[in-house]
């Protein structure tokens, strides 16, 4: 008897168990579920294009996070871009017009303390409860002028540094692939060094919703210095520490990465 009752009580230890995981797993999945659902939430959606050369902001997407990235073309000799340095953004709406601001992650020590980087003000061409069409060419008075590339320091001068843009005309505007393309041709005067030159250029405009990504960046080691280099993103400064630090710059290569080579380039 007293084997019979062991039995029965490790059958009724293992339907129980059973059962308490069978209860667990849907709750487990529901739980992955919404999590899944709230980051997609937080995701902003894609900017659209209107009336051909004006940006369509959807409502759903004030207060989100967009990759803003640039190229700037000179128009004489020979037309090769350069690529300037992206920025995480957010649109807000006022009764008057889009402000667009630059996220302050890596930025700041703290945020205790209130801060806000304008970048550019845009007027409002017109607002439907789905979406608000702004001026994208006129808000866009100033070109920055840092580079994508940088060695993990961190350039506060530079990258706040501009060109005026006195005139300026936005002449393509389309999406590919949920990101927003704008061309607009400028000129460019550089305020602190010969006044009466106004340069001409293509600056290329990226706007996308900004997608962080799932991987810790690695700061390059100082014994690895030596003998290895790498592209490294801005330097970012660390909260509370203040300390600068940047990471080795990682691409994304889920989608293919295509060169393209000049006619001369000869064929070794």
Sequence with gaps: MPVVNNILRRDVIAATLVSF??????VSRAAAATNE?????AIAPALEVADS??????????????????????????????????????FELFPDGVDMYESMRGLV??????ARRLLANFAI??????????????????????AWTASGGLDLAGRDTVLEVP??????ARQEGGRLIIRQSVQARNRQSNQNLEARYEVRYFLSPYRPGAFEGKELEA???RYVRFF?????????????SGRIARFDIRNPVVFYYSASTPSK
């Design 125 to 146: 061409v017109r607002q439907d409860g789905e979406r608000v069409v702004i001026d994208f060419n006129k808000g866009m008075r100033r070109v920055f002028t840092e």
């Design 21 to 26: 995981l069978f209860a667990i797993v849907p």
């Design 109 to 114: 020590i703290t945020e205790d303390l209130p």
């Design 167 to 172: 005139e300026s005309r936005v002449f393509d």
């Design 37 to 41: 659902a709230a980051g997609a939430a």
């Design 232 to 244: 490294e993103t801005e330097g970012h400064i660390e909260p509370v520490t203040g300390r600068v």
């Design 53 to 90: 050369f004006l940006v369509a902001i959807p409502k759903a997407g004030f207060g989100k996070d967009y990759l803003f990235t640039a190229s700037l073309i000179p128009q004489a000799l020979a037309a090769t871009s350069t690529g300037l340095a992206g920025k995480i953004v957010r």
């Design 223 to 225: 014994s690895d210095a």
